[in-house]
């Protein structure tokens, strides 16, 4: 049956991309998004426009509407903002959050999907993660998401509230339709900086340390589509819906690739060479990150379709060749 969704933060990357999932299979989806960083033109369907850190337009935004589930992606989110901000970062992520659990009470929402992060594991003591890794954020950014983590667990346990928490890796990939995909201001991200210095839209792009204790001394990460991350949001709902409690979950495609391979692969995928240079390493990077995406795949059946790195650089390449925001 179709389900009725308040997508908070539905405007950005990774919500505009669950958003065309849950239309595409017949869910009803409203956007509130405070349009600080997401896109109107992201969002086919009804927007509301407004900030979670204001209790009153949440409240409007739920109450008397009948939600069957949140799915919840507003929040800042980036580490180096947060640790000369952090007081920003707990005021929208955690009372962001904050309000907008209590304003579902008060409209009688029974569940919510969040978007966490692997930045709440800190660097990695075992590679791959898992979710018993012991957490311990590096910076104001993850320790946000923990605290939201928490908040949850806690309304689960004493409100009866079902909680999903999903833990990205490194998201990446777009639409593979070509409609949708990502586009920050400022781009710090590695694909589609490295696709626009293929293009020569951008400066030759800075390879943040090539001294690591890897095979090929650069960075390793678990880039994870899009797509399949949108897919994990469905299935957390879904099952929070026919009666589970909920969960915590890491997201990744567990396999890891360096800095060196993104470009060789942005390389194949495009044509062109990747103009870059070695930069100097950059603070709070761990040598390497990578899931394990087991607990997921065995409770929840979850099955990532776009393994494949170059698979994932092709749809991050279309778009952008032609991005449309
Ligand atoms: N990276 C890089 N040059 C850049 C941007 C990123 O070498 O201009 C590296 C970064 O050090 C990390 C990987 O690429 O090892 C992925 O970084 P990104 O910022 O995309 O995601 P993060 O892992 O920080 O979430």
């Not at 966490?116 to 993850?142: F, M, N, R």
């Amino acid at each position: 049956m179709a389900k009725r969704v308040l997508v908070v933060g539905g405007a950005g990357y990774i919500g505009s991309h669950c958003c065309r999932l849950l239309e595409d299979r017949g869910d009803e989806v409203v956007v509130f998004d405070d349009l600080s960083t997401g896109h109107r033109g992201a969002v086919r369907s009804e927007l509301i426009v407004g900030d979670i850190r204001d209790p009153a337009a949440l409240r409007a935004a739920l109450r008397g509407r009948g939600f069957d589930a949140v799915m919840h992606f507003a929040a800042r989110a980036m580490v180096g903002e947060s640790m000369v901000r952090p007081s920003l970062y707990f005021a929208l992520n955690v009372g962001g959050t904050a309000n907008l659990l209590d304003a579902m009470r008060d409209a009688d929402v029974p569940a919510i999907v969040f978007s966490s992060t692997c930045a709440i594991y800190g660097a990695p003591q075992t590679q791959p993660v898992d979710e018993t890794h012991p957490k311990g954020p590096l910076s104001p950014y993850g320790l946000s998401k923990l605290q939201v983590e928490q908040m949850l667990e806690t309304c689960r346990a004493l409100e009866g509230l079902r909680a999903s928490s999903l833990r990205y890796f490194n998201a990446a990939g777009a639409h593979p339709d070509g409609s949708l995909g990502e586009s920050h201001d400022p781009e710090t991200h590695l694909i589609p900086l490295a696709l626009a210095a293929a293009m020569g839209a951008r400066p030759p792009l800075e390879v943040f340390g090539d001294d690591y204790d890897t095979p090929d001394g650069t960075c390793i990460r678990d880039y994870v589509h899009v797509m399949d991350l949108a897919s994990a949001h469905a299935l957390a709902m879904d099952a929070m819906l026919a009666g589970s409690p909920g969960g915590a979950w890491n997201l990744g495609s567990e396999r890891g690739h360096s800095v060196l391979q993104v470009l060789e692969s942005v390389a194949r995928v495009t044509g062109r060479p990747v103009p870059h240079r070695i930069a100097p390493r950059r603070a709070g990077d761990p040598p390497a990150l990578y899931a394990s995406s087991a607990l997921i795949r065995a409770e929840l059946g979850w099955t990532p379709q776009r393994r494949d790195l170059d698979g994932i650089i092709e749809t991050a390449w279309r778009w952008a060749r032609s991005p449309r925001w």
